[in-house]
């Protein structure tokens, strides 16, 4: 399937501010909650953040409560996550992902499809 085309990650300080994008590409978003999962090297899977189909409710890990907003344009068909205040132990490859089991907040609860976008924290 065609992959969801994710940007926005780069290199950033501790405290500095990141935006995600992920547009749908092949395959809407429109009609699934979405969700973004994020992987570290050596590191297994974890969930981050997710948001129900109308955009009406989230759900964060605990580490990023505060932190990151993820938001959703059905219009556009593109998810995003805001990311403020970053740390270094954020840094990791941020994938966005089908939720495919809404309220479980674990990776094995979402499914991607795209390459990630790699974000990382210096201190």
């Known amino acids: 399937q065609v992959p969801p085309v994710e940007s926005g990650g780069g290199l950033v300080q501790a405290g500095g501010s990141l935006r995600l994008s992920c547009a749908a590409s092949?395959?809407?978003?429109?009609?699934?909650?979405m969700g973004w999962i994020r992987q570290a090297p050596g590191k297994e899977r974890e969930f981050v953040a997710s948001i129900s189909r109308s955009g009406n409710n989230r759900y964060y890990a605990d580490f990023v409560k505060g932190r990151f907003t993820i938001s959703r344009d059905n219009a556009q068909d593109t998810i995003y996550l805001q990311m403020d205040n970053l740390k270094p132990e954020d840094t990791a490859v941020y994938y966005c992902?089908?939720?495919?089991?809404?309220?479980?907040?674990?990776?094995?609860?979402?499914?991607?499809w795209g390459q990630g976008t790699q974000v990382t924290v210096s201190s």
């Open positions: 092949g395959r809407t978003f429109r009609d699934r909650a």
């Open positions: 992902a089908e939720n495919r089991v809404w309220g479980n907040l674990d990776a094995g609860s979402c499914v991607s």
